[in-house]
Nanobody, 121 residues
């Protein structure tokens, strides 16, 4: 069974930075051949929205939502089955629960439990 564990959330001031980590465990092959691995976020009363991540089909694409372009950087470490989200110049509207997401090559979807990010003075 695949498990995703996020860490790195917390409280930051506007303009500050946080770095989220997601470490995957389970079937090693899953992390060598997935369709997507990345980050979503969710605020109360709203659906989860895609923030950033790696699509691997058709040559591969690194995706960033317009709201966080030029402020967030997604990266990955295949050897550690991990994906990271460096968040700089944080804004209050970045406050949300951030979830790690994995879609396997056979379209199975897995989620982490989420990590809270709060941007406030």
């Amino acid at each position: 069974q695949v498990q995703l564990v996020e860490s790195g959330g917390g409280l930051a001031q506007p303009g500050g930075s946080l770095r989220l980590s997601c470490v995957g465990s389970g079937n090693t092959f899953t992390f060598k051949a997935y369709n997507f691995m990345g980050w979503y976020r969710q605020t109360p009363g709203n659906e989860r929205e895609l923030v950033a991540g790696f699509f691997t089909r058709n040559g591969g694409t690194t995706y960033y939502a317009d709201a966080i372009k030029d402020r967030f950087t997604v990266s990955r470490d295949g050897a550690r089955n991990s994906v990271y989200l460096q968040m700089d110049n944080l804004k209050s509207e970045d406050t949300a629960v951030y979830f790690c997401n994995l879609i396997t090559a056979n379209e199975r979807q897995f989620w982490g439990r989420g990590t809270q990010v709060t941007v406030s003075t």
